[in-house]
């Protein structure tokens, strides 16, 4: 791969260069031949000599005395050009605009001299010559034009200086094409290394390397940070994945206890083999109905779960008394034979709290955190439920002196399927309680806080917007 790259940057580095140099000839071209200017109106890109000796020498060659007409006149004096007319002796015969310092004769080596080498004479200007014919005489024009406008240099080139300057073309040419395939090379390396770290995320493999220095400094942090975070995604899932493997595994095992209940009571009842009197089938019934209670629990959990999950739980907001709330809620857990006996303690010192609410899952929620606290402790745990009103809050706070939860409980407490250990009782619970709860308090917008100690018990604050 990292051959590939650094071949296909070279050739497109070299592609580019030629591209670019075609492009410049054809512009030359294109402006040399056009008449396009960038704010000159006679010294443009455009520019020619010829062309613009062409209009003067016609005026110059006209009629019997040498002349020209007040526009071209004008086009010299506005652009600092001037024109001498001389003689077959060199002496001058017409003069537009010329310079104080401009001769009005030559010698020939003079005249050469002041033509090639602008520099060196008295009045540096770029000269350009010409012939005119008038009558039977031939004259030479010369034209100056202002030295920071035009200027001209000349190059004599022998074969043997050819030779040189095409050998110093070509080593050019080879030196370019070094340089880049270095350059390529040092820009494909990092690449080549963005792109394996991509392919490794991409094969879902995590690993932090060393962040690249130079123009994938950003690129390659950025890669490694997501690697952490796709590395960290990918232990929750599988942790998740099996939670939710014994979940599924306990869930089974719970539903045949039921099922094998239901199943032996009603066959019992049904059969003729057995003589069963009237208390006999109140109590099958009874554990028939129980065991019935019991999966219709967990199918109401797994669709409120499955609610919760795809955000379709149907809140309805109310302003509700909290305080009537509570109470009913804690009477229905001390309603219920199987938490007849424990001990629940309710303090508030307001009996009028106003909250806007969905009653019936609030008081799932409350109740999922209580039930918590009585079937994860021993049976003489004292649960006590306060309610503490805020300028903007209201602290729900269930408390209990029981076992505490554990570090790897208390990591878990909020993940679906996860069960706890610490239970008092022969308790199947579906392992969503929690879960549920939490989702019921994020949909009030509220925040539930945990304080644990194993061994002093478990504090649950539960805080809603008054």
């Known amino acids: 791969m990292k051959v590939k790259l650094t071949i296909k940057l070279l050739i497109s580095m070299i592609i580019v260069y030629y591209i670019t140099m075609t492009v410049y000839v054809v512009l030359n071209l294109v402006i040399y031949n056009s008449n396009i200017t960038f704010g000159e109106k006679v010294f443009s890109v455009s520019f020619n000599i010829s062309k613009?000796?062409?209009?003067?020498?016609?005026?110059?060659?006209?009629?019997?005395?040498?002349?020209?007409?007040?526009?071209?006149?004008?086009?010299?004096?506005?652009?600092?050009?001037?024109?001498?007319?001389?003689?077959?002796?060199?002496?001058?015969?017409?003069?537009?605009n010329k310079p104080e310092n401009i001769p009005n004769s030559y010698l020939t080596a003079e005249l050469i001299e002041f033509i090639q080498d602008p520099w060196g004479s008295s009045a540096p200007t770029t000269i350009s010559t010409n012939n005119i014919a008038k009558g039977n005489e031939n004259y030479t024009l010369l034209i100056g034009f202002p030295i920071d406008k035009i200027f001209r240099f000349k190059m004599t080139l022998t074969d043997e200086s050819f030779k040189y300057h095409i050998s110093i073309i070509i080593f050019s040419l080879i030196l370019m094409t070094i340089v880049a395939y270095i350059f390529s090379r040092?820009?494909?390396?990092?690449?080549?290394?963005?792109?394996?770290?991509?392919?490794?995320?991409?094969?879902?493999?995590?690993?932090?390397?060393?962040?690249?220095?130079?123009?994938f400094k950003e690129v390659s942090k950025n890669i490694n940070n997501l690697s952490l975070i796709l590395k960290e995604n990918e232990l929750q899932r599988k942790e998740a994945?099996?939670?939710?493997?014994?979940?599924?595994?306990?869930?089974?095992?719970?539903?045949?206890?039921?099922?094998?209940?239901?199943?032996?009571?009603?066959?019992?009842?049904?059969?003729?083999?057995?003589?069963?009197?009237?208390?006999?089938?109140?109590?099958?019934?009874?554990?028939?109905?129980?065991?019935s209670n019991y999966i219709q629990e967990l199918v109401n959990d797994l669709s409120l779960v499955y609610k919760l999950k795809n955000k379709v739980l149907p809140i309805k907001f109310k302003e509700e008394?909290?305080?009537?709330?509570?109470?009913?809620?804690?009477?229905?857990?001390?309603?219920?034979?199987?938490?007849?006996?424990?001990?629940?303690?309710?303090?508030?010192?307001?009996?009028?709290?106003?909250?806007?609410?969905?009653?019936?899952?609030?008081?799932?929620?409350?109740?999922?955190?209580?039930?918590?606290?009585?079937?994860?402790?021993?049976?003489?745990?004292?649960?006590?439920?306060?309610?503490?009103?805020?300028?903007?809050?209201?602290?729900?706070?269930?408390?209990?002196?029981?076992y505490g939860i554990k570090e790897e409980d208390f990591?878990?407490?909020?993940?679906?399927?996860?069960?706890?250990?610490?239970?008092?009782?022969?308790?199947?619970?579906?392992?969503?309680?929690?879960?549920?709860a939490k989702e019921v308090i994020d949909c009030h917008d509220g925040v539930i806080n945990i304080e644990s100690e194993v061994g002093l018990g478990t504090k649950i604050i539960i805080v809603l917007k008054n």
């Open 321 to 402: 008394n909290l305080i009537n709330l509570l109470q009913e809620s804690i009477i229905d857990l001390l309603n219920n034979s199987k938490y007849s006996n424990k001990e629940i303690n309710f303090n508030y010192y307001d009996d009028n709290i106003i909250l806007d609410c969905d009653k019936k899952y609030l008081k799932r929620a409350i109740n999922n955190f209580i039930i918590n606290s009585l079937e994860h402790n021993s049976k003489d745990t004292i649960v006590i439920v306060s309610v503490l009103k805020k300028e903007n809050n209201i602290n729900i706070i269930i408390e209990d002196n029981g």
């Open 52 to 96: 613009f000796m062409e209009p003067y020498i016609e005026d110059l060659e006209k009629g019997n005395d040498f002349s020209l007409d007040d526009n071209n006149i004008n086009k010299l004096t506005q652009n600092n050009i001037w024109i001498q007319v001389l003689d077959k002796e060199n002496k001058e015969v017409y003069e537009v």
């Open 186 to 215: 040092n820009l494909v390396k990092p690449m080549v290394s963005v792109v394996e770290d991509i392919d490794d995320l991409k094969n879902g493999i995590y690993i932090n390397k060393k962040n690249k220095q130079g123009i």
């Open 241 to 291: 994945d099996k939670a939710k493997e014994e979940w599924i595994a306990n869930i089974s095992h719970d539903l045949k206890t039921p099922l094998s209940s239901i199943k032996g009571y009603a066959e019992l009842l049904k059969g003729d083999q057995y003589e069963i009197n009237i208390e006999e089938a109140k109590r099958y019934g009874t554990a028939i109905l129980d065991n």
């Open 411 to 436: 990591k878990n407490i909020f993940t679906r399927y996860y069960r706890g250990v610490n239970t008092s009782s022969a308790y199947n619970g579906s392992g969503l309680g929690m879960a549920i």
